[in-house]
């Protein structure tokens, strides 16, 4: 755990969304880098099998059962992590829906305020909890997951593109804010990948003809590296 490519050695980084797709993929590769990863997803037992995964590496994990949609849980979650580690080094926010797709003026209600807490409102209440971790890290580092409908629109995908415009313009307010901080923020749009989102929006498609979410962490190590520099900038992995 403490070779030359151990770039994370001793960061604490949290992952919502991280049960499985993406945000476990980057969960193992983080542990592969020497981090201990604090992972929130509301399953528990794809939790318990995420965090055998990282014993089997030689890491560690804290596991956190939650829904993002629950804000009070966030914000008990952020007091925990100050009581244990005194701050956040690295916070990966992962965890989405996407709602069925259908023309805007059909959306219903509650589906659309349903997509809107998950994919952002729960990330800014988990800046709002955060931001003070992430400023007792000497780099701070918050990477937000989008994707291309949030900034070239697509007939029916309502709610989901809507939400990630959102989320981008989120991101990079509070990049603009925190410029003259040891904290760097930044999105990745990992492009087509190997999701349960994915196959939810295109349910006929071949999946192994999709990249494996295995395939993009190494953009995700990159952002959350303490000499990272980029800040307030969006990688497209398209």
């Not at 305020?113 to 998950?118: A, E, G, H, P, V």
């Not at 999105?187 to 999946?207: C, F, H, K």
Request: aromatic share 6%.
């Amino acid at each position: 755990m403490n070779g030359p490519a151990d770039r994370l050695r001793d960061r604490i980084a949290l992952i919502t969304g991280a049960s499985r797709g993406i945000g476990a993929a980057v969960a193992r590769e983080f542990v592969r880098q020497g981090a201990h990863v604090i992972v929130a997803a509301r399953t528990q037992g794809a939790l318990e099998e995420l965090d055998d995964e990282i014993k089997d590496l030689g890491g560690s994990a804290t596991l956190v059962p939650l829904d993002v949609t629950d804000f009070d849980a966030l914000d008990r979650m952020g007091a925990a992590i100050f009581e244990r580690f005194g701050r956040i080094d690295i916070l990966v926010g992962n965890a989405a829906v996407l709602g069925p797709l259908t023309p805007m003026h059909q959306v219903d209600p509650a589906i659309w305020q349903q997509t809107l807490d998950t994919n952002v409102t729960a990330n800014w209440r988990l800046l709002r909890s955060c931001d003070p971790l992430l400023r007792a890290s000497d780099a701070g580092r918050v990477i937000f997951v989008t994707a291309d409908v949030g900034h070239r629109p697509k007939a029916y995908w309502g709610a989901y593109a809507v939400s990630k415009a959102a989320l981008e313009v989120l991101a990079r307010t509070y990049a603009a804010e925190v410029q003259k901080t040891a904290i760097k923020v930044n999105l990745v749009d990992p492009g087509p990948t190997r999701t349960r989102l994915r196959e939810s929006a295109y349910p006929g498609e071949n999946a192994r003809t999709v990249k494996d979410p295995d395939s993009v962490v190494g953009t995700f190590v990159d952002l959350a590296d303490p000499y990272c520099i980029r800040n307030g900038e969006m990688v497209s992995l398209v």
